[in-house]
C-alpha cells in the first residue's frame, strides 16, 4: 500500500486523549477539529525534569530524501514499544516541496504522523500566517518609501516577498509600476516562506515576549547613510507579533502508533537552520521522558545548525545521535548514475561510505558519538547492507538495520535499545564548534574547513562589503547560518562522495537579526525553488467524497 492508503487505514485517537495520555492539562489544549491541536504557551509552566533528547540527522541525500522522518517516527514508536514514554518533535512540511519533488513530509509506511494529508496541506495555518506577517513587512516598507516618513535607500531594500509555494518566476520581480499612486518602481524578490526570516525567528524564540523583541531588531533596509532600518523603525513589531499569535503555538498530532508529536515551525535547512521550533522541542523534552527530534537535509547542514545554533541559543544538550544512511546514497555518492541506483552494487557502496565516514567524523567534532541507523529499503541486498556494516564495524561504531517503514516502532527496537544504552552511559557532551566572538571569517572557515572539508574560503567583492558592514553595525558576534547545497558537502552540488581540495565560494552574507544569525550565501543556492519536469501535484487529487490521493 502507498502511504496515504496506511495512513487513511490507521484508527487515530480523540487529540483530547493524546494530550491527557502525555500529561497536558484540558485547559492547555485547543483542538483544530478531532485530531489536531494547538498546545497553549501555558503548558510549559509544568516546572518538572526535562526528558532526554535524541536528534535525527543523515549523510548527504539523494534528490528524494533518505526517510530521516521515517526514522524519527519508527524510532520514537520504539522507544514506547520498549516502554519508554515518548515524544515526538518535527517541522511542519512546506505547500512548495509536497505539490513540487518531495510529495509529502510526514513519514513513511508505518511510521507516519497522522492525519497525514491534513498536516501536508495547510496544517493549522502556521505557514500562512508566517506568509502573512512577513508580507506585512513588505507592503509597509513601500509604504514608507512612499510616505517619505524614514530615509530608506530603495536600492539597499532587503526584504523580499515570500508565499509558500515553488514559483521560479517570482524570483526577481518589479514593484511599484503603475505611476506616482503606485509607489516608487524598483526591483524586487521572491522567498518561499520556508526561508522567511519571519520563520527563522519564530523557531527560535522562546515566548511572546521573546518573538516580539527578536521581530523589532530584523534588519529590513538600509537608509542612505549605510544605517540598518529595522522593524521597530517601521513601528510594526506589535502588529507583526499579533499576526503571530496562534501560529507561535506548538502542534500537537500522533504517530500511526498514538506517539504523541509536535509539529511546529519548518525553516529549510539548505538556506535556514532547519529544525522544528524551540518551544515544540521544550513542549517534548517537559511531557515525555525521550523526545526525539530531527534536523534538515545531512549533518553538514542541519546537525551543524542544530548544534552550533539553536542549541546554543536554547540551551539544548542532546545525549545521543542517529545518523541515518541509505544504501540508495551511498550508491550514488559511490559513482552510480541516479537511473540505476535500484540495481544491486556492493562495490559501489563501500566506495559510497567516505561520504558517512565524513558526517561521522563531523559528529564527533561537537563531542558526540553517532549511532549509525541504515533505513532499509525494499530492493537493498544483504550484500549492500554488509558492506556497509563491514565498514562501521571497522570504525567501532554502533550500526543497526531499521525497518520502520514496513515494521513501525517493532522495526527500530533494536535502535531504541542502543540509544537508551547511549543516553545511559552519558557518553555524550555536547561542544561548539567555534565561539561567538571569533572574527565572522574564522568563524565561516571553520564549519567550511571543519565541517565541509574546504581547502579555503573565497569571498566576492560583495561580500567582502558585507564584512565591512556588519562589523561597522554590531553584528559581527552573531552565531552562522550557512546556505549550501544540500546535494554534496561542498557548494558544488556536482562534488559527490567526500570531494577534496576545493573552494568555498561566498557570494553575500545576509544579516538575519531576528534569529540572530548571519547567512552566508554559497554557490547557486537559491532561497526560491522551482518546480520539477513532473511535480507531485499532477498526481495530488480529491474525488467526489472529498478523499484525497496521490500525497506518498
Not at 429 to 436: G, H, P, S, T
Not at 437 to 453: H, L, M, N, P, Q
Not at 464 to 483: E, F, R, V
Request: glycine share 8%; charged share 25%; hydrophobic share 40%.
Amino acid at each position: 500500500m502507498s502511504d496515504i492508503d496506511i495512513a487513511k487505514k490507521a484508527v487515530l485517537k480523540p487529540v483530547e486523549e493524546i494530550a491527557s495520555e502525555l500529561g497536558v492539562k484540558e485547559d492547555c489544549v485547543e483542538p483544530y477539529g478531532k485530531y489536531k491541536a494547538k498546545i497553549s504557551l501555558k503548558a510549559l509552566e509544568k516546572k518538572e525534569r526535562e526528558g532526554h533528547l535524541i536528534l535525527v540527522s543523515a549523510l548527504t541525500p539523494t534528490a528524494a530524501g533518505e526517510g530521516k522522518t521515517t526514522v524519527t517516527i519508527g524510532l520514537a514508536q520504539g522507544l514506547a514499544a520498549i516502554g519508554k514514554k515518548t515524544a515526538i518533535a518535527l517541522r511542519e512540511p512546506s505547500l512548495g516541496p509536497v505539490m513540487g519533488m518531495k510529495g509529502g513530509a510526514t513519514g513513511g509506511g508505518y511510521s507516519q504522523v497522522l492525519p497525514m494529508e491534513e498536516i501536508n496541506l495547510h496544517f493549522t495555518g502556521d505557514l500562512h500566517a508566517i506568509s502573512s506577517a512577513h508580507n506585512l513587512i513588505a507592503a509597509v516598507i513601500d509604504n514608507t518609501l512612499h510616505q517619505r516618513t524614514l530615509p530608506i535607500d530603495p536600492r539597499r531594500i532587503v526584504w523580499p516577498r515570500v508565499m509558500d509555494m515553488n514559483d521560479r518566476s517570482l524570483r526577481h520581480i518589479i514593484v511599484g509600476l503603475g505611476g506616482p499612486k503606485s509607489s516608487f518602481p524598483r526591483e524586487g524578490t521572491f522567498d518561499i516562506t520556508a526561508a522567511s526570516e519571519i520563520m527563522a525567528t519564530l523557531c527560535l524564540s522562546e515566548d511572546y515576549a521573546d518573538l516580539k523583541k527578536r521581530i523589532a531588531r530584523i534588519v529590513v533596509a538600509y537608509d542612505y547613510e549605510r544605517k540598518p532600518v529595522t522593524v521597530a523603525d517601521l513601528k510594526i513589531a506589535g502588529a507583526v507579533s499579533a499576526l503571530l499569535k496562534e501560529a507561535l503555538k506548538p502542534n500537537l498530532v500522533q504517530s500511526i502508533e498514538h506517539v504523541p508529536a509536535f509539529i511546529h515551525g519548518g525553516p529549510f535547512a539548505n538556506i535556514a537552520q532547519g529544525t522544528n521550533s524551540v518551544l515544540a522541542t521544550r513542549m517534548a523534552m517537559r511531557y515525555a521522558d525521550y523526545a526525539v527530534t530531527e534536523a534538515g537535509f545531512g549533518f553538514d547542514l542541519g546537525g551543524e545548525k542544530f548544534l552550533n545554533i539553536k542549541c546554543r541559543y536554547a540551551g539544548l544538550q542532546p545525549e545521543a545521535l542517529v545518523l541515518v544512511a541509505t544504501v540508495r546514497a551511498l550508491k550514488l555518492h559511490g559513482g552510480v548514475a541516479k537511473d540505476q541506483l535500484k540495481e544491486p552494487n556492493p562495490y559501489a557502496v563501500a566506495k559510497g561510505l567516505i561520504n558517512l565516514e565524513k558526517h561521522i567524523e563531523n559528529a564527533v567534532k561537537f563531542g558526540i558519538k553517532p549511532v549509525i541507523a541504515i533505513n532499509r529499503f525494499t530492493e537493498d541486498t544483504d550484500e549492500e547492507i554488509k558492506a556497509i556494516k563491514t565498514c562501521c564495524v571497522a570504525m567501532h561504531y554502533d550500526i543497526i538495520v531499521a525497518d520502520c517503514w514496513a515494521k513501525g516502532g517493532e522495526g527500530a527496537r533494536e535502535l531504541a535499545e542502543k540509544i537508551v544504552e547511549v543516553i545511559e552511559s552519558g557518553e555524550n557532551k555536547l561542544r561548539f564548534l567555534y565561539d561567538l566572538e571569533a572574527s565572522v571569517e574564522k568563524k565561516i572557515e571553520t564549519i567550511a574547513r571543519e565541517i565541509y572539508g574546504a581547502r579555503s574560503v573565497i569571498y566576492s567583492k560583495e561580500a567582502l562589503a558585507d564584512l565591512k558592514q556588519i562589523a561597522k553595525n554590531g553584528y559581527d558576534n552573531l552565531a552562522i547560518c550557512m546556505a549550501k547545497t544540500q546535494y554534496s558537502l561542498s557548494d558544488d552540488p556536482k562534488l559527490l562522495g567526500r570531494p577534496e581540495n576545493f573552494d568555498v565560494e561566498i557570494r553575500q552574507i545576509i544579516v538575519n537579526a531576528g534569529p540572530g544569525f548571519l547567512v552566508p550565501v554559497s554557490g547557486t543556492i537559491m532561497r526560491m525553488p522551482g518546480l520539477p519536469k513532473k511535480p507531485a501535484a499532477e498526481v495530488i487529487d480529491i474525488d467526489e467524497k472529498g478523499e484525497i490521493s496521490g500525497l506518498f
